[in-house]
Structures are given as C-alpha cells and as structure tokens.
C-alpha cells in the first residue's frame, strides 16, 4: 500500500512539475493527463471509488480532450527562447530560500504525530453516500457551487463576445 | 437507505437567495427584452435587491444560530458585515451608472456580477465550515476578475485582470492547502470542531502548517504586506467604479473570514500568529504609506492607502481582544463609507477624453466646484483619522485595543505611520484650495442621486465620528461570540 502510494504520489509531483517547465503546450496537456490520472489512482487508495471513476470521466476525458482541442485550434508556436533572465544572486537567494523552506516543512512533517483517523463506514466513498453528502450535509455549498459555475460562464462570455454597440 | 433531511429555514439565508435570485434576474432581463428600456433600469432593479437583501438582513438581527447543518452562522457578526457589504455595494452601483455610460460599458451582466461577488462576500462572513469560506472567496474574487478587465480594449484593464487572476490563483491554492491541512490534522471542516478538537488536544504540525498557509490566503485578499504586490497594478487599471468596489468589499469580507476563524478556531495559540501577523501588520502600514508618498496617480495613491489601512486593521486583530475586535468592525464600516466617497469624487472627476487620475488635476477644485471638494476634504480627513470624523474613532479604538493588550511598540509604530499618511492625504486638499488650475477643468457631470450620495457618505462619516455610541454598541454586540 505505502509503496504504491508514494510511487503514484511521485508520479503525480513529477507530472505536475512536468506541466509548468514544457515548452510545448501539447506535451504540457499529455503530462496534466497523467497527473490527473495518477491523482484518480491515489483517490482509489483513498477508498474514494467515485471521486476516481468522476476524475478520471471528467477531467483526464473531457476537459483535457477540450485543452487539447483549443491548443491545436489556436496553432501556438513555440516561444523564443531567453525572456527575462534573473540576476544570479536573486536565483541562488530564492532557490536556498526555498529549499530551506521545503528542509523544514519536510523535518517537521516528519517529526508530526499524526491524530489517530476515524473508521471508514462501510459505504464510504461509494455514490450513494457522496450524493447523500451533497443533498444533506453539503446542500448549501452544492448549491453555492451553481452560482460559482454559472459566474465563470458570464465572464467568459463578457471577456471573449465579439465587439458590442 | 435513509435519508434524513436536515432542517433548513430559508429565511436564514435571505439576503443571498434575493440577490442571486436578481443576479439571475438581470442576466435573463438582459438576454431577453428590448433594447430601448432595457438600459436605464438595470442600476435601479439591482439597487432594489440590495435594498430588499438590506431589509432581510435587518429581520436576521439577533438571531444567535446555524443553518443547513452548521454551515453557516446566523448571528450579529456576519448580520453587521452584511450591513457593511450591502452598503458597499449599494453605493457602488450608485456610483457606477454615470461612469459606465461614460465608456458605454452599462451592461446588464456588470451589476449581476456585482451581486454574486455580494453573495461570496456574505457566505464569507458567515461561514461556519471552511469549504463554505473558500466558495465564499472564490464566488468573491472571480467576479472582481471579470470586472477588472471590463475595458477589454484598454492595455491597463487588461494587465489588472490577467495580474488579479494569476495572483489570484495562486493564493487560492495556498488558502485550499491550509485548509487540507487543518482536516488532515483535525478532521473537520467545521470552525466548531476545528476549535474543539485544538482546545482540547493541542496544535499538530498539520494545524500549524494548515494555520500558516490560511494566513498567506487570507492575506493576499486583504493585501497584507508580503503578499500586498498586486494591488497598486490591480486598482490602477480597473475601471474606477471596480476599484471602488473591491477596496471595500474584499477587504472587508476577507477580515471578516479572518477575524472569525482566527479568533474562533486559534484563540489559545495566539502567541505564535501573533508575532507574524506583528512583523506583517508593521510591513504593511510602512510599506502602505510610504509608497503612497511618492504616487502622482490618484487611484494608485488610494490603492497604497488601502494597504496602509489593512495594516491598521491588523493592529485589530493583533490585539485579540473585544475592543479589538469591535474596533475592527468599526474601522470597516467607517473604511468602506469613506473609501468609497473618495473614489466617488475620482469617478466624478473622470472623463472618457481624459482620466484626470493626476493629482495635479484637483487643482483648483475648490474654487470651481467647491462642494465637491468638500466632500472630498471630509473623506481625506477621514482617511487621515483626524477628529471628529469616523476614521479618527475607528483608529483610536483599534489602536487603545492594541495598548490594553499590551503592544505598545506596535501602536508607537502605527502613530507614527498616521502621521507620515497626514502628507499624501492632506497634499490633495491643498492642490484642490491652494493651487490656481492650470487649465479649465470643464463641466462635472453630476447626477442628482450621485450628489445626494456622496453628501450623505460625508455626513455620515461625521456623524459617525461624533456620535460614535449606537454604532460601538452594535459594533460590541457583533463580536460577543468570540469568548475571551
């Protein structure tokens, strides 16, 4: 179990680091696909068995088809190389400042004592009992969440309709 | 398998149901009627929602429960920030109407978008489970994204967006990390639960981390020093009726989330985000208002201004206590009634051929349009926190709280940091009296109900500042559910 979940936590942490540092769009898509993939594994591990199968239909399939759709549509070229070069003081002071960030957060995580967790129910994770969450207990932000989409969508429109008036 | 429906009463959440039910409206009015009259009424069915949603909020007064399954709170705390938030929408959209016609940008969705960013603000001043918070954050934030690069054909606007979003972003995701992290140390969404559980078993690395992230989130929303950079680009290239409208409202509802988790959830850690938020609150004033001394740009000047007064704000939070915290509350009701008077005289200054951003441009205002410029000296003052007005009372409260605290090094700093703001302040007044114009500043277009409210706005901020009592009890009366 340990094993399998730090390799696909691996993979997901590689992948994503993957995302940001391609130059090429279309490769930056594929390895998004595989860190929504190996995330869909580790909510598997999670005893999360909907939220997987939702990952995976949802994001790693029709979101990621629609990016790469876009990104093919939109014909990107390839950026110049060089753009703005950092001083190298500023590159050695923000790197080790940054890796002594990561030193303690990972000493300290290491030191924790980690709260004993609750049993599972034996229906966690399946559909019934994440609906059942949603229309209860979560009713309030399911329905807030409606709003939220439907404001992302009248920007959107606003930010992309061709000239008005 | 059975279901058992919790009790909800919808009158609880009446304030949010009326203004997204209007949001709804207006996107709908604006898809579906005609072109002629559709126009003139947008500003006027959203202004009555605000009003209905102000009405509702008024009936929730006292009301000391939860709802949908402790979701949220309904109780004096989030009744008097629903105040602040719908008043600062109001005047907001009072303000808009003239500017947008301007650029012939009065569209239907501009004021719905303002009422779902009313609604996020709400949820966050009444969250009582931190997922409800963050939706509160997100339903907040992505509306100012929008409305921020409305000037779709202005390089500035578009900078301010893409800037907003992308900072944005990022500090979502710090605010999402803290709260992944305090429900792997806790396992609980709830700030009851989260203040249980750490009262009776103690902080564990992941509550520490999960703290410490909250506080990044948190304060980039309020424009805390570290994290305060997009703030000058943001409001300089917003239209000015946005800029107007995110100075208060985010603010505000970010302090709200703030105040409410930190001093519910972390009350008896105090000693170890004290000294953080101390270092962050001294950064913030200094970085704010010396800055602000060296801007010629009027919105640019207000935004450095705004992330001074975060910083007084902290000095609030720092202290922890009652008065503390009343002062807060105080300090925001005054904030949003004077931030919006001043940016309402900069909307009324503007014009399409030429912003008159420049502070130079106020020249002679005094003589041309003396009322305007009294109004606009009664804000200063205000901002300034000179006596008698709301922003001296406001800073005195927060500041004596910080003393009965104990922190009289932070207070010695933040006097001094008033006395450097009396400068760029007080600058505006006198180019507005002392200076000739340098050329014919031409006719302000003033419309009666944006002249009747700047003039109550300034009134109100006297009001308020002389006769502080009602408003300090109600303020005292809010912040009763933070023990201690």
Redesign the interface.
Known sequence: MQIIFFLLAATALISGIMVVIQVNPVRSALFLVLNFFALAAIYLLANAQFIAAIQIIVYAGAIMVLFLFVIMLLNLRQPEEGGAHRHLGQKIFGSSLATAVIALVIYKVFRMIVPPGKPLTPDFGSTEMVAKSLFTDYLLPFEMTSILLLVAVVGAVILARSKVE | ?S????T?CLTN?GPLITL?VA??LL?LFDAFSGKAMKKAHFHQFSLVAVVIALLQTVWLWNRQTTD??R??YVDNFSFFFNVIFLLGTGISIILSVHYLENY?KN?G?YY??ML?AA?GMI?MAAGG?L??IF??V??LS??I??LS??F?EDLKSNEA?LKYLLLGAFSSAFLLFGIAMLYG???TFYLADLAAFIKK?GM???T??GMGLLIVGFGFKVSMAPFHMWTPDVYEGAPTSITAFMSVGTKAAAFAAFLRVFLEVFPTVRMEWDLLLWVAAVATMTVGNVTALAQTNIKRMLAYSSIAHAGYILVGLIAGNQLGATGILYYLLAYTIMNLGAFGVVIAVARKKDNYLNIYDYAGLGFQYPGLAAVMSVFLFSLVGMPPTAGFLGKFYLFSAAVEAGYIWLVIIAVINSLISVYYYLRITVIMYMQPAEADLGPVAMTPVVNATLIISALAVLLIGIFPGSIFQLAMNSVKIFGS
Do not use: H
Not at chain 2, 3 to 6: A, C, K, L, N
């Open positions: 398998m279901i058992d429906i919790p909800i959440i997204s949001g709804l996107l949908f399954s979701m949220i012939r569209y969705e719905a978008l779902f609604v949820l489970n997922v409800i939706l509160g997100e339903i992505i509306p994204y929008i690069g409305l779709r967006a140390g806790t396992g078993s564990n690395g992941f520490y981390v």
